[in-house]
């Protein structure tokens, strides 16, 4: 059974920057993506990035481009990512999941292993 549980989250003033963790337990496949999504208050679920295997690719939505990172440590036990430039508007509920295989990458149906949620407020 997989499991994941995220840290990381807090609040902060615009401009500044946070970094996420989750922590992976249970073994997800040779062939996977992990991501991070994130739920505004009174919206949808989206993603916001992953990072799926066979060739390492990592996928960003077009409203964090240059400002988040995300990254895993070399066992891949760990998945991060490092927040910059936070905007109040990044203010949500950030969620770490993991699929085995491939889709979608911004799809929460692509997902089967979810983490609690941590919360980031981002206040102007």
């Known amino acids: 059974q997989v499991q994941l549980v995220e840290s990381g989250g807090g609040s902060v003033q615009a401009g500044g920057s946070l970094r996420l963790s989750c922590a992976f337990s249970?073994?997800?496949?040779?062939?996977?993506?992990v991501a991070w999504f994130r739920q505004p208050p009174g919206k949808e679920r989206e993603g916001v990035a992953a990072?799926?295997?066979?060739?390492?690719?990592?996928l960003y939505a077009e409203s964090v481009k240059g400002r988040f990172t995300i990254s895993q440590d070399n066992a891949k036990i760990t998945l991060y990512m490092q927040m910059n430039s936070l905007k109040p508007e990044d203010t949500a509920i950030y969620y770490c999941?993991?699929?085995?295989?491939?889709?979608?990458?911004?799809?929460?149906?692509?997902?089967?292993?979810w983490g609690q949620g941590t919360q980031v407020t981002v206040s102007s």
């Open positions: 249970g073994y997800i496949g040779d062939e996977y993506c």
């Open positions: 990072i799926c295997t066979g060739g390492s690719r990592t």
């Open positions: 999941a993991g699929a085995r295989g491939f889709g979608a990458w911004n799809l929460t149906k692509t997902y089967a292993y």
